[in-house]
C-alpha cells in the first residue's frame, strides 16, 4: 500500500477515519473526548483510529503499537506515532483509554490479553474493543 497513492486516500484511508471518527464520536461526548490525555491503540495498523483521533483532540497523547512492521512505516510516515512494543513492557495504570480494535481474533491467549489492557488502562480508565 502507497499511502501518497490518491486512490488509496480516496477509496480506503479517508472513509475508515470517517467511521472510526464518528465511532468515538458515539461513544464519548465532546467534553469527555477534550478530558482525555492519554489513549493507547493495541493494534493499531496503519493508524485510521489515531487520525481520527488527532482530529477530534489535538492535545491527545495517542500511541499506537502494532507488529506489522510496514503497517507501522505506514503510520509514521502520515506522522502518527506508532510503535513495535509488547504489552508488558507498559506501566500499569498510565492510560485513558486502551483501545483494541478487531484485535482479538489475532491473540493466542485471550485472557492474559485482557489482564494486560486492564493493568495498563488508570482506574476509571476505559478498555474499548470491537470485533469484526
Request: aromatic share 8%; with cysteine.
Amino acid at each position: 500500500i502507497d499511502p501518497d497513492k490518491k486512490t488509496y486516500r480516496e477509496n480506503w484511508e479517508t472513509p475508515k477515519v470517517a467511521a472510526m471518527k464518528a465511532k468515538v464520536q458515539a461513544f464519548w461526548s465532546e467534553e469527555e473526548l477534550q478530558g482525555m490525555r492519554k489513549w493507547l491503540d493495541v493494534g493499531a495498523g496503519n493508524g485510521e483510529l489515531l487520525m481520527a483521533l488527532r482530529h477530534l483532540n489535538a492535545d491527545l497523547d495517542a500511541l499506537g503499537i502494532e507488529t506489522t512492521q510496514y503497517k507501522i512505516e505506514h503510520a509514521t510516515a502520515k506522522g502518527l506515532t506508532v510503535i513495535k512494543k509488547p504489552l508488558e513492557d507498559f506501566a500499569a495504570d498510565s492510560y485513558d483509554v486502551v483501545s483494541a480494535m478487531n484485535v482479538l481474533s489475532h491473540v493466542a491467549r485471550p485472557v492474559g490479553f485482557y489482564a494486560a489492557l486492564g493493568r495498563i488502562v488508570r482506574p476509571g480508565g476505559c478498555i474499548w474493543m470491537s470485533t469484526g
